[in-house]
């Protein structure tokens, strides 16, 4: 079992940035590779940023491609995603979630989610 806890959310303009964490508790963090997805209103979720269990290997989806970056701390159990020059279609909520998957964009894979953090982007 995994605890995920988002914090970081808010309300930026466009052009501005945020950075959002993720505190992992339970079993090895380090076992698990490690996503953020996001669920604007009436829509699907969506697959954002993932991060294997080595913090070297990342993806993303092209949406975010060259503003976001995911890394990850094994060290502190944590996760986070720095997202630089937001748009207002970045406007969602925003989960953090872990998978024994590795590689895996698909939110079914994905076995334990956080409860969301709400990131609100003005023009």
């Known amino acids: 079992q995994v605890h995920l806890v988002e914090s970081g959310g808010g309300s930026v303009q466009a052009g501005g940035s945020l950075r959002l964490s993720c505190a992992a508790s339970?079993?090895?963090?380090?076992?698990?590779?490690m996503g953020w997805f996001r669920q604007a209103p009436g829509k699907g979720r969506e697959f954002v940023a993932g991060?294997?269990?080595?913090?070297?290997?990342?993806y993303y989806a092209d949406s975010v491609k060259g503003r976001f970056t995911i890394s990850r701390d094994n060290a502190k159990n944590t996760v986070y995603l720095q997202m630089n020059s937001l748009k207002p279609e970045d406007t969602a909520v925003y989960y953090c979630?872990?998978?024994?998957?590795?590689?895996?964009?698909?939110?079914?894979?994905?076995?334990?989610w956080g409860q969301g953090t709400q990131v609100t982007v003005s023009s």
């Open positions: 979630a872990a998978t024994i998957s590795p590689g895996s964009s698909w939110a079914p894979d994905y076995a334990y």
């Open positions: 339970g079993r090895a963090f380090s076992s698990y590779a």
């Open positions: 991060v294997r269990r080595s913090v070297s290997i990342t």
